[in-house]
Every structure is written in structure tokens, then in C-alpha cells.
């Protein structure tokens, strides 16, 4: 079966743009979870979403959002794009919740802010 | 707050060899603890994982170790291969939750 779908792979913003990120689940999946990856912080948890509803927040600023479908696919917006928002966005799908280890993870949005 | 650390951010072994990875946490609360593998340009993929009521796991080359009383875990990868070469990550888990550490570059030298 498909793995976790995450488009677009590269994306080069300007400060202070907003953006959108998708991402669409393996089939069957209703947990998608997003994470920022950055040298030396290794992948902070940005929040999750099951039955189109965030269960959980990581700690960033209000500027970082998203949403979830009721076909579980979910998007992630960032707005007033800073250039310390650079990173891979990681977005990880699971059948439910609490299943850690069976999360599967997208290759990543490469999100260059200049 | 770095509730998961791991404090080597490089490790280079000869193939053939044990490469121990390590990995420390904080919050006792933690249901299980995994190590994921990533290389360049794709996402992270699980490897094995361990119960916080367990204190080892094995898999094939793969063990995992965790000592609760230092709140310490880590991966032993024997015999080690170039193929091994990548970014390992530990993760904690409480509910749904995955908490990861900064991770680690191994790099084995054939």
C-alpha cells in the first residue's frame, strides 16, 4: 500500500509569506502528527490531529496551524514565514492514537525561508 | 526543556564492530521508548522499540537496552555494517505523544 504523502517535497518562501503544507496519510490511518526537524534539535512535535481534531500541541507559536479532513488527509500553515522556520516538516501517520511505534513517517517538506 | 537528550550527535565505528547509541531522558511518565533510522532526504523509519516495563529487546543485529534507574537507554547494533550508516533517533512515548532526541550520525567505516 501507499506510504505517507507529503507535497511538496522542496519549498523556497520570503519573510513574513505564508504557507501551506500537505500532507495525506497511509490508507486506513486517522492520527497524523507533524514535526519540525532542524540541525542539532532533532524533530520537535508541532501537534496532532485524529477524527479531523487537534489532540495535541507542541510548543510553538500560535503562527504554526493545521487542519485535518474527514478523509484524514492534513494540511499545516505557517504564516508570517521567519527565516528560523527553515526546516523539514515531517508528517507522520498511525492507525490510532498511542501507537508509537507503528508510525509511519513522509519523506518531509524542505521549507527554505529567505 | 530537552526531555530526551542524546549527547553524541556523531559516532563512526569500524564495520564489523558494536556501535552503542545512547540516549538519556527525564520524565519518568514515559510508556515506551523507540529508535528510528533516517537517512538523507527521507523520513525517519521505526527500528525497534522497548516497554518501560522491559529492560531489553532484541531483533536480529538490533538490542535495545534501558535502565530505568538512570533513565537511560540504548541501541547496540552488532556486527555492525556501512549500510548502518545514517541519523538515529530515540523517542519517548507517553499516550500519543512522540518526544525525540537531537540524534546521532553513525557512520561505519567498511
Known amino acids: 500500500k501507499a506510504g505517507v504523502t507529503q507535497t511538496p517535497r522542496y519549498l523556497i518562501k520570503t519573510r513574513g509569506q505564508q504557507v501551506t503544507l500537505s500532507c495525506s496519510p497511509i490508507?486506513?490511518?486517522?492520527?497524523v502528527s507533524w514535526y519540525q526537524q532542524t540541525p542539532g534539535q532533532g524533530l520537535q512535535f508541532l501537534f496532532e490531529y485524529f477524527s479531523e481534531t487537534q489532540r495535541n500541541k507542541g510548543n510553538f507559536p500560535g503562527r504554526f496551524s493545521g487542519r485535518q479532513f474527514s478523509n484524514s488527509r492534513s494540511e499545516m500553515n505557517v504564516s508570517t514565514l521567519e527565516l528560523g522556520d527553515s526546516a523539514l516538516y515531517l508528517c507522520?501517520?498511525?492507525?490510532?492514537?498511542?501507537?508509537?511505534?507503528?508510525?509511519?513517517f513522509g519523506q518531509g517538506t524542505r521549507l527554505t525561508v529567505v | 526543556d530537552q526531555q530526551v537528550k542524546q549527547n553524541s550527535p556523531s559516532l563512526s565505528v569500524q564495520e564489523g564492530r558494536i556501535s552503542i547509541l545512547n540516549c538519556d531522558y527525564t520524565n519518568s511518565m514515559f510508556d515506551y521508548f523507540l529508535w528510528y533510522k533516517k537517512y538523507p532526504a527521507e523520513g525517519p523509519t521505526f527500528l525497534i522499540s522497548i516497554s518501560s516495563i522491559k529492560d531489553k529487546n532484541e531483533d536480529g543485529r538490533f538490542t535495545v537496552f534501558l535502565n530505568k534507574s538512570a533513565k537511560h537507554l540504548s541501541l547496540h547494533i552488532v556486527p555492525s555494517q556501512p549500510g548502518d550508516s545514517a541519523v538515529y533517533f530515540c523517542a519517548a512515548v507517553r499516550g500519543s505523544r512522540l518526544t525525540f532526541g537531537e540524534g546521532t550520525q553513525l557512520t561505519v567505516n567498511p
Open positions: 507522520a501517520s498511525s492507525l490510532n492514537r498511542g501507537h508509537g511505534t507503528e508510525a509511519f
Open positions: 490508507s486506513g490511518h486517522r492520527s
